[in-house]
């Protein structure tokens, strides 16, 4: 019996030296930290949909003509807002490329209805569309800033995971590398510029 007891605490203390030699502790610390930079991501895009009703509705009063980029924002947003998003989009690439195609349409939605709203000049002095615009602006900037750390992050536990022995370790604990986002299919064209 005394025996038993004595192998279980080696193999105990044999097992938990191994794990923390196989960057288990550190795997989950970085796993941590790709959590904590996705809910930055989240935040900043919630920030930005929730935005998305006063701007509409200030613009709306100004362009009644352009039901069909005020239409376009909305089911942006309603399909922003339909998405799953908790921890498993970090785990399926699939879904990660549906959400991040989803955020990619309020984007290009809400980039247009900023257009449209150059040819109304009193829409653009109005107080609280200008208020609007620099609120949307700042996050969209918060939204770029949160996506860098998220990249960074990723790109950080990716690689450590791949490294030898970790690579044992994440196989063994079932963690897989995350998904990245990438860049949009306008943004791998150049932009046509024209002086004429």
Not at 139 to 151: C, L
Request: negative net charge; aromatic residues 8%; proline residues 3%.
């Amino acid at each position: 019996m005394r025996l038993i007891k004595q192998s279980f605490i080696v193999l105990m203390l044999a097992g938990t030296l191994t794990l923390s030699g196989c960057g288990y502790n550190t795997l989950q610390v970085k796993d941590e930290a790709v959590t904590a930079a996705w809910s930055e991501v989240q935040n900043q895009y919630q920030r930005r949909a929730d935005l998305v009703p006063n701007l509409v509705n200030v613009v709306k009063g100004y362009a009644k003509h352009e039901e069909q980029v005020l239409t376009e924002v909305t089911q942006a947003r309603a399909n922003v807002a339909g998405l799953k998003v908790d921890k498993e989009v970090l785990e399926d690439p699939a879904l990660f490329q549906k959400y991040q195609e989803a955020q990619a349409q309020m984007t290009s939605a809400l980039s247009r209805l900023i257009a449209v709203s150059e040819n109304y000049p009193d829409l653009k002095a109005n107080e609280q569309f200008r208020d609007l615009q620099v609120q949307l602006e700042g996050t969209e900037n918060r939204i770029a800033v949160a996506r860098n750390r998220y990249i960074t992050t990723v790109q950080d536990f990716n690689a450590y995971s791949r490294q030898f022995p970790q690579v044992m370790t994440a196989k063994v604990i079932g963690m897989d590398t995350k998904p990245n986002f990438s860049a949009e299919q306008s943004a791998q064209q150049a932009p046509t510029v024209s002086f004429d």
